[in-house]
Structure formats: C-alpha cells, structure tokens
C-alpha cells in the first residue's frame, strides 16, 4: 500500500505505528527520526524502523506516508520542518490526543498544503511509554478518530480509512470540536482526575502506608496516572477551556454526593451510586456500534 | 479446619469465601442464609452452600465459623439476631470495607461474646455482584486485613489468620483507625469520585455520545463505578469524616493542577503531572513487602 514510511517520533505511538504497518504488510520501508540520536538508534536496532535519518526533514525525504508522533506541542516545529519536502500525493498523519491545536498548527505551517494532512487520533495506549514498550498490536480493534476539516484531500481521506481499517481499527469521522469536547470528558478529565489522585495521597505524611494497602480497584482506577508527563502536560493545556468545563461539571457532581453524605441522606446517595453503577455497567467500548 | 460455616448473606463476597473454604477443604458444611430465599435456593442449586437456613440465626447454629457478607448497614441487626446461638468456641468474621462501625456495632449486640468476632476486610472483588459470580479464587493472592480490638480473643484471631492464609491470602493486622482512614484514601475515595465522573458525563446533552467513544483507559478507570450502589452507600456513609476529608485534599490538589493549566504554567503542570506519574509507576499492589 506504501513505499515508505517517514516516521517523525519513535516512541511508543510511533514505534506501534510502524510495525503495525510492517506486520500486516503495508510498507516496504520505515526512516525514522527522534529527537534524542540513542532513540532512533535504538529503534533501528529493535527493527522498528530501517533507517536512520539525522532530521525530521530528511526523514520526509522521498516518504509517500509520514506520520508525526511527537507531543503535541512540537507539532507545528515539526510541520514547519517538514514542509520544503511534502509532495502532493503524501499522506501525513499525526496521533494526537487534541485536534484543534493540531489542525490550527497545520493550516499556519502548512499552508497551501494542509489538506495532505489528515488529523487521526487512535483510542489506544498504555501505562508505559517509549520505543522499548512499542507493540504491533497496540492499535487492533481499537477506535480511530479521524477529524478532517473542509480543506483535507478526498484521496488522503481514503487512504487514511483504509489504512487503519486494514489496521483492525473502527474508523469513525469527527468534526475537530466534536472530537475534543468528547476526549475532554472521557480521558483528559479522567488523566486530571488520577493525576491529582495520585499527588493527594502521596503528599499526606501516612501516604506510604495507604499506598501499600491499596488493592485492584486501585490499580486499575489510577494506572493512567502513570502516563508520560511531557505528552500529558501539553494535551491538557491544549485542550484546556473544554477540560476546565468538564472539570467543573465533575466537581459538581462531586459535591452533590458529598451533601448527601454529610447529611446521611442514605436514599438520595444510592439514588446517584444506582445511577452511576447503572451506566458503567451498560457502558461497553464501541458500545454505540454494537447491536 | 472446621465443621460448620454459618453464611449470612450469599452474595459475591459470601459465597467466594464459602467455594474458596470448600476448595481448601478447610470445611465440612455449608449452611447459608440471604434476606431473599430464591438467593439462598440459588445458593444451594449452584453447590456454593450446602443447607438452606430459613433464618440468620438458624444459620449459626451448630456452626463452629461464621461469615457475616451483609451490607455493614445490615451488620448490627445481623450481631443482634444471632447472639442467641453463638458459643465459646465461635469464630466470627465480616469481610465489611469499614472496621470501626463494624466493631462499634459488635460491642453493642454482642457485648461479652465480642471476643470471638474478628473483624476482617479482603482487598478483593469484583465489577459484577451476587451469588452467580461467585469465585473460589477471588480472595487467593489478595491482601486480608484483620483489625483485632483489645478484647478479641488470641484463639480467634489465631484461627482467622491461618485461614485466611491458607486461602492464599496475604494477612496484615491493623488498628481499626488505620484501616478506616487507610482505606478512605486508597479505596472509599476512588469509589466516590468514579460514581461523581459517570453521573457528570451522563448528565450532559451529549453524554452518550461521548461515552461512545472512550476508550480502555476510561475503562479501567471507572470500573470501580458499577459497584454494588447498597453496599457503597453504607461504605461511604459508615466512613464519611475519613472520607469526606480526603476528598477535600483531593480537591485542592484538582484545583491546583487547575491554576496552572489555566495559567498555562507548562513548566510546573509537567512537575505536578511528572510527580503523579513517578508514584504511580512506582507503585505495586503489596508493595510495602515486596524487595
């Protein structure tokens, strides 16, 4: 499907990225760029990516896909980067968890070739980060959210579609606000949420010892706060005004259930634990694509 | 090990502890008792007890280790209605998330037999409740904790320690406050804010839609919400001033990562989030006895 892919960040995303691509026979050839030489390096020696190359732009260079895998706020120095050496049938794609921003990066950096790019967020990750932890399953049967905007290539469109779908992934289409207000509610705020979580217990003088008390619920409640700090940092201020919102319907909700247990109003609080547990319980990923 | 368990409440929790004894071979018999009788007959259909008791106090009688896996709002009418049939030689347990309630409500219905009672709490459970999902291996590997009180009996908390631990588990012994304020922080906590972020987003125009597209991280993380809404009210209401005052620590440090998000203060979000995720990683279940 692709001769070469300019990969533009090797780390857990874009190394996924790569050998996904690799294993279901997609491309014959990876370039690869990191910021830090060992990263790329190392990537080239796992075989992740076959060669190295000494810039973003030269990894570009002669790529019919490119994909940036970067926090999001090096994306438009990456854009810019890349831009001498874009060709009008590439297919450029990024992984970022806001959409907005990145669009907004692409149209001042890319100018007259925005609609190359094609802004896809894959639903997929894990508590661990970097090349090492790379894995060409990561993306299968997980959600893509691609958000293209009036200006995106029909054939780049199609190509991302069919791309991920042969991926194992369910394609759906956003508008970019759609998209962010969504992942402001159900993974930026969740992020906040275990990341204070997290910095609350730890800083109490009997932290420790609570901590090792700490059973499954735990476990699985805060293991995105081990998520990597750079990446997070740059996702929740780009997203900040629907991520504050959210926050602030969250804390509302909050403190309605603090009334009622304050009060020892017992009929109220398990009127809103119900309604709680009801919807999680109905909830299933892909749940509005199931029968 | 023992002759007769009396089972007082054949739920998720009581009827993992009654295979679980069962598979040891630690008991002879089971009779069961649940407020609902076609639970009980289940009960006894599925194999998980052996006698159908009409009554909690019918349940305790000959039994020589008794289970009470009631909600802890249920606990103190549980102690009142059996102390007529206890014996010196009893061992009483509750597997409840709260300890001083608990044992509170002992010393009142059970006033000089409060000895034999050796309150319990397994780290363990489960998404789903009830006697179907009953499993002889929910407790193995998993953390007990066992908050003895000056007048509990040595013989009694002797027996409750070997077999907890010949059910795999992993016995500690805390005071009732540790344990109180402990869990507040690691688990009572986790469950308030999980049921607070399901009601926020549901509660929006487009919440369905955005709980359509969360991913495996919004998975794990509300987990926890589908508990049991009855035996969460009790939880939270039994331990609110341990409760409601880790919440409020949580809450400001939510609001600090807040500030500077909104101020866009990338360099201290990024420390705050970095502190967060180092823990985090950091952090493994029974840490405090591993290497």
Chains 1, 2 share one sequence.
Not at 14 to 28: C, I
């Amino acid at each position: 499907m692709f001769e070469q892919l300019g990969l533009i960040g090797c780390g857990l995303m874009g190394g996924s990225f790569a050998l996904a691509l690799k294993q279901a026979g997609l491309v014959k050839r990876v370039v690869g760029y990191s910021k830090s030489p060992s990263t790329t390096e190392r990537a080239r020696q796992m075989g992740i990516i076959d060669i190295e190359a000494p810039s973003a732009l030269l990894a570009v260079s002669g790529a019919d896909i490119v994909l940036i895998a970067v926090p999001v706020s090096a994306t438009e120095a990456t854009f810019k980067t890349i831009k001498h050496l874009v060709t009008p049938d590439m297919l450029i794609m990024d992984v970022g968890s806001t959409k907005r921003d990145v669009i907004d990066a692409a149209r001042r950096a890319l100018r007259e070739h925005v609609g190359l790019f094609v802004p896809a967020h894959p639903i997929a990750g894990k508590e661990v980060s970097g090349i090492e932890n790379a894995d060409a399953d990561l993306y299968a049967g997980k959600q893509v959210i691609l958000t293209p905007i009036e200006r995106t290539l029909a054939p780049q469109l199609q190509k991302a579609h069919e791309l991920w779908t042969r991926l194992g992934c369910k394609v759906l289409t956003l508008t970019p606000e759609q998209h962010d207000a969504s992942y402001a509610a159900v993974s930026h705020l969740p992020h906040l949420i275990a990341f204070a979580l997290m910095n609350a217990i730890a800083g109490q003088p009997d932290g420790k010892n609570y901590l090792s008390l700490a059973g499954p619920g735990f476990r699985d409640f805060t293991r995105i706060a081990a998520s990597e700090p750079k990446v997070w940092r740059d996702i929740l201020l780009s997203n900040r005004e629907e991520l504050l919102a959210q926050s602030k319907i969250f804390q509302r909700n909050l403190q309605a259930l603090e009334v009622m247990i304050s009060s020892g109003n017992a009929q109220a609080l398990e009127g809103l634990i119900e309604q709680a547990s009801m919807t999680r319980a109905h909830w299933s990923m892909n749940s509005k694509n199931k029968p």
